[in-house]
């Protein structure tokens, strides 16, 4: 009786069959599920290009593929993996399809501009694909000047354009979920009542809106230099590149903290859902996200140091990186003193918890060395970069965002992964990334650069580690693939609540109905109020 | 009757939303917060326009008196207009005046073009006068030697820019503005609800206060200096 009722519920994903029902979707969900698809195929192309970056790597000779292509793939890597996988990916999956569940809304505040954010990121990610496929493009992520406005002969402008348009796709989930945390919270959820996940991405929210526009500007205007030979960048007219160097860092930097702030919002989830514990001092880890966000814009000048920027904007600028280390480091210990006292549990989630925290005070604490002035000077364009930033946007994103797959899986789909796999295929990812990574840093230290194919031999053996730990890195990748798919048809039906845990989002049936509750909730307490959910479990002798 | 039931219809409420006043304001921070995000995609280019006029401030003088001022001006007053005949069409909105939103919509339409034609033909005359950066022939009387026309070159890079950038926004406007026009003949909008005229307005006035700024900075900066 009670299983046919809950085969008959209508839920998100029995709502409509057809192709129009999923193309023409305003439900969140249902748009957070189209995301889920999009990058998923992105995260893959741009592993393509790591992994044939990894085996011409392989040998101190450029053996595999040439110059030209080496600089395109290195460049088609960075471009898929930052614009199409990263910046999309916790915010438009997790947050699209959690953030107004865990506020108490039927959805966002503007459901058509969610779709049509979908459609940009497909538009852009067109334009994007069309350049890789019609010859692919060699400027390096970054699109430095006067490189890319006047001496590449590559599909620039389409890339360009593709980037341009994928903004706009960030820009309007940003502008969403800022008037949505403002206007669409269920009566009693106050600010402070807010999981940290909101908190997290209400500030992403306030770095894409106040961002992204300046990168799509600074695009623009490198389109029209190349098209149109007007020469705002050009130093032969007295322009100047550097300038398009900060305008792009303006952007690039606080894009660092629109990849990872979602995913210390899911840490935060995953930890305290986990511990059985409110987050240790949830204002301080709430305020420390929004002084990412503020400080984040305050610090793009470390990527000159050595562009000729003056020594005491330098200074400045080493002093702001430093300090914006302080709210990172603030939710470091707060997730760490979370655990004091916790009853820990060992699920995947935590152990892609544990994962991240690990991994991203490597890479947070690396980037010390790195907004160092005399450190830095030595290690610019060096492995010792790309080791730093790998930690932080693979260590820490990747692992907060399958992190945060798993634990809202059974949420997602009503069926729960098969764990033994999944703590494997976690493990393999923990061994492999160190692997991959770790030897960067050393590499890049000896004296690395980055973005060459040919090296001298005495680099090989660290080079022949990293592409070793890259092979098991992609093993860890592909497993969940195989396993979330394979649970679609075959995994335990989850339930509501299979972690016990205590927000809005795991008081509804899973998958949820299309509305996410049947009535709206009135909230009455704080957020990871476990105190009172333990006292209940007792009262019922679970 | 019939229309009565045609706006029971519309003003009824999109289902994420639980009151009328929750939506219209979710709909108004909405716009301000695309407006923040639209002060920062010109913000680009007002850095790149205050670092090179204050390293080049000569060059950026003649340039600009250059431009031709009568015409400038002439496309600033059409565009107060304009925005005082949009604050009008907001006006017969709160009364629920279906009609006067109409006419002053036309009217801000018919201004909005004008704009652009005069813009048009402002752009044709620099290209007739050898002002623009792409061509060959690009000459600036007053400026001397190679590398100062290279300076007259970013100066004039940043009006197309800046200028074309603006129009591009006129542009989308005016086709707000008839969206809202056939919106308004449907019989769309009521003294209840007409959040839709309301956050156009507020577009229409930003795009207006952007040229505010372009005007003096491309028109005005040297002309208090005897010539």
Request: with cysteine; aromatic share 16%.
């Amino acid at each position: 009786m009670a299983t046919a009722a809950v085969l008959e519920r209508e839920t998100y994903l029995n709502s409509g069959y057809g192709l129009k029902s999923w193309l023409l979707t305003k439900d969140h969900k249902r748009i957070a599920v189209l995301y889920f698809i999009t990058i998923s195929i992105f995260f893959a192309l741009g592993g393509v290009f790591a992994s044939l970056i990894r085996l011409e790597l392989l040998t101190p000779q450029g053996d595999l593929v040439s110059s030209e292509t080496y600089n395109k793939l290195f460049t088609m890597h960075g471009v898929v993996m930052v614009f199409f996988f990263l910046i999309p990916s916790i915010p438009a999956t997790l947050g699209n399809f959690f953030l107004p569940m865990m506020i108490g809304a039927r959805d966002l505040a503007f459901p058509r501009i969610n779709l049509l954010s979908w459609y940009l990121l497909i538009a852009g990610g067109g334009f994007a694909v069309f350049a890789m496929v019609a010859g692919g493009v060699d400027t390096g992520w970054t699109f430095y000047t006067p490189y890319s406005t006047s001496y590449s002969n590559t599909y620039v402008i389409a890339t360009a354009i593709g980037i341009f348009i994928a903004g706009f796709s960030s820009i309007l989930t940003g502008l969403n979920f800022v008037v949505t945390v403002h206007r669409m919270r269920a009566p009693g959820m106050t600010w402070f009542r807010m999981p940290l996940f909101v908190w997290a991405h209400y500030a992403t929210s306030l770095i894409q809106v106040l961002g992204t526009p300046v990168i799509a500007v600074t695009l623009l205007l490198v389109l029209c230099e190349r098209s149109f030979h007007i020469g705002i960048f050009d130093p032969a007219l007295g322009g100047d590149p550097v300038l398009f160097q900060h305008l792009f860092w303006f952007y690039s930097h606080p894009a660092v903290y629109i990849m990872v702030l979602p995913g210390m919002g899911v840490i935060s989830e995953i930890v305290s859902t986990f511990s059985r514990k409110s987050v240790y001092g949830y204002a301080f880890v709430a305020f420390s996200s929004m002084a990412i966000a503020v400080i984040g814009f305050l610090v793009w000048g470390h990527h000159l140091f050595v562009s000729g920027q003056s020594l005491y904007a330098g200074l400045i600028f080493s002093f702001l990186s430093y300090f914006v280390a302080i709210p990172s480091a603030v939710k470091v210990f707060n997730w760490t003193a979370t655990l004091y006292k916790g009853s820990i549990s060992y699920a995947t989630p935590m152990l892609y918890a544990f994962g991240f925290i690990g991994l991203f005070t490597i890479g947070g604490l690396t980037g010390l060395f790195v907004a160092s002035l005399g450190m830095d000077v030595h290690v610019t364009d060096t492995y010792f970069v790309i080791a730093h930033f790998h930690y932080v946007m693979v260590g820490g994103t990747i692992m907060a965002y399958l992190g945060g797959v798993h634990y809202w899986w059974p949420k997602m789909t009503g069926r729960m992964y098969p764990e033994g796999w999944a703590k494997l295929s976690a493990l393999i990812v923990f061994l492999g990334f160190n692997l991959t990574f770790f030897p960067q840093f050393i590499l890049g230290y000896l004296g690395m650069p980055r973005r060459y194919h040919v090296y001298p031999e005495e680099f090989q053996i660290l080079h022949v580690l990293s592409t070793a730990g890259a092979t098991i890195l992609a093993v860890g990748y592909v497993l969940p693939a195989i396993y979330f798919l394979w649970s679609l048809a075959y995994g335990e039906p989850a339930g509501p609540n299979p972690w016990r845990a205590s927000g809005l989002e795991w008081q509804t049936p899973s998958p949820p109905p299309t509305h996410n509750f049947d009535r709206i909730p009135v909230v009455t307490e704080e957020a990871y109020n476990y105190a009172r959910v333990v006292e209940e479990e007792i009262k019922v002798g679970q | 009757m019939a229309s009565e039931a045609h706006h029971l219809e519309t003003l009824a409420l999109r289902e994420q939303f639980n009151t009328e006043e929750q939506q219209k304001d979710a709909s108004t921070l909405g716009m301000w917060v695309f407006l923040i995000t639209e002060i920062m995609f010109f913000g680009g280019m007002f850095l790149a326009y205050t670092i090179y006029r204050t390293t080049f401030p000569n060059v950026f003088g003649i340039a600009s008196s250059s431009l031709n001022l009568p015409i400038g001006a002439t496309n600033t007053c059409v565009l107060l207009l304009s925005s005082f005949t949009m604050v009008m069409a907001v006006r017969a909105a709160q009364l629920g005046q279906q009609k006067m939103i109409i006419f002053f919509l036309i009217i801000t339409m018919l201004f909005g073009f004008a704009f652009l034609g005069i813009k048009a033909y402002e752009w044709t005359e620099k290209f007739e006068e050898h002002h623009v950066p792409a061509q060959a022939a690009f000459h600036l009387d007053g400026v001397t030697g190679p590398d100062q026309q290279g300076h007259a070159k970013l100066f004039f890079s940043l009006y197309f820019a800046m200028t074309g950038l603006h129009a591009l926004h006129m542009v989308v406007g005016v086709s707000i503005l008839a969206f809202i026009i056939w919106q308004t003949a449907r019989g769309t909008y009521s003294a209840k609800y007409f959040t839709p005229v309301d956050i156009a307005g507020l577009y229409w006035h930003f795009v207006d206060v952007v040229w505010i700024f372009l005007f003096p900075l491309f028109y005005l900066i040297d002309r208090h200096l005897p010539k």
